[in-house]
Every structure is written in C-alpha cells, then in structure tokens.
T-cell receptor, first 115, second 107 residues
Framework: DSGVTQTPKHLITATGQRVTLRCSPR?????VYWYQQSLDQGLQFLIQ???????AKGNILERFSAQQFPDLHSELNLSSLELGDSALYFC??????????????FGAGSRLTVL | DAKTTQPPSMDCAEGRAANLPCNHS???????VYWYRQIHSQGPQYIIH?????ETNEMASLIITEDRKSSTLILPHATLRDTAVYYC????????WGAGTKLIIKP
C-alpha cells in the first residue's frame, strides 16, 4: 500500500457519459498529479495541483477537468467520453509542488473502459 | 525539461546485475535524474534519484557520468520480481515520461 488511494479501481461506462475519479494523497503530501496511460503506452501527464491551486497543466483535454479540495483529495472529471478515453488513470502525490528533489508516490490506478 | 532516451528492452539473467542505461544529454544543471519502475499495470514505483554524485539505496545504485549526459541504473542481483518497465526521467518529470526500458529477468 503506497498510501495514495484511488477509487474506483475499475469503471465501465458508455460513450458520451461522464465519470469522476477520486484520489486521496499520502498523508502529509500537498501536491497531487494526474496521469493517463493508454494500452502499452507511457504515462501522459494531465495536471498537477498544489495545496488546492493548479500548478501545472499537460495535455489535458477540454472535456476533462480536475480540482483539489481543502482536505487535499482530488477529483478528475471526464465528460463526453469517447472510446479513446479508455485507459489507466493514475494519481500521484508528493510533499511539495516543486520540481527538484521531489519524489512521487503513485496510487494503484483507476481502469476506465468506455464501450 | 530533459528528454531522456532509453533502450526499449533488455534481458538479464536472474542473480546477475542488471545495468539499465539512460541518455539525458539535454539535462540542465539543477535538474535531478529519477528512476521509477512499473510492474505490469501497477502504479509506478520510485527507485532512486540523483543530481551529480552516484547514489545507492536498498533497491539500486545510480551512476551518473561526470558530464551528466547519461546515467546507469544498477540492480545488483536481479530477481524475477524485477521484471518491469523502468523509466528514467528528468526533474520536471510531471511533463515527460518516455516509453522506458522493458527489463525481462530470465531464470
């Protein structure tokens, strides 16, 4: 158990639907990161939050949005789902939001299947 | 942000040292080199990181060249459980993750 909790573990839904993925960071960590990993691909950075504020943005689609709440948990909202959105979605957390000596701890991921 | 280059796959015999190379010729002076691994479809796991000096922990050793343009991750006594994809990334890692090296440990 890494200390980063992601729910749900598996999710199957239909095209056009909307889903919410949830992440609770490791205790004491202030920063949360979201990544997408399609089948047999590397990790694609989506977005980072630090202490409730957006810190960095990657190739996140306009149909996707995220936020970090005062208790530091984060949610990734995916809407108007397409077949190509089927992927593993990982959340990671770190103590600070700065690059440098800043180790990421990853959750087990949420596997989204869009039919 | 440093872009890293790694061989797509490597084999290693169980019990031998696995040496995984990484080229990061565009790394800036204050940018760390990190190594993570991903076993099957699990969440990536941190292994080690370094800036200039060689580093060692309970999992691995990291050798960084003096010009910092490349590094090598060493798993001293590889086991079957070390079969995974290994990622080498620069400090601004949240942006750039390559395809990594798929390391297969053979009995």
């Amino acid at each position: 158990d890494s200390g980063v909790t992601q729910t749900p573990k598996h999710l199957i839904t239909a095209t056009g639907q909307r889903v919410t993925l949830r992440c609770s960071p490791r205790s004491g960590d202030l920063s949360v990161y979201w990544y997408q990993q399609s089948l047999d691909q590397g990790l694609q950075f989506l977005i980072q939050y630090y202490n409730g504020e957006e810190r960095a943005k990657g190739n996140i689609l306009e149909r996707f949005s995220a936020q970090q709440f005062p208790d530091l948990h984060s949610e990734l909202n995916l809407s108007s789902l397409e077949l190509g959105d089927s992927a593993l979605y990982f959340c990671a957390s770190s103590l600070t939001g700065y690059s440098g000596a800043n180790v990421l701890t990853f959750g087990a991921g949420s596997r989204l299947t869009v039919l | 942000d440093a872009k890293t280059t790694q061989p797509p796959s490597m084999d290693c015999a169980e019990g031998r040292a696995a040496n995984l190379p990484c080229n990061h010729s565009t790394i800036s002076g204050n940018e760390y080199v990190y190594w993570y691994r991903q076993i099957h479809s699990q969440g990536p796991q941190y292994i080690i990181h370094g800036l200039k000096n060689n580093e060692t922990n309970e999992m691995a050793s990291l050798i960084i060249t003096e010009d910092r343009k490349s590094s090598t991750l060493i798993l001293p006594h590889a086991t079957l459980r070390d079969t995974a994809v290994y990622y080498c990334i620069g400090s601004n890692y949240q942006l750039i993750w390559g395809a990594g090296t798929k390391l297969i440990i053979k009995p």
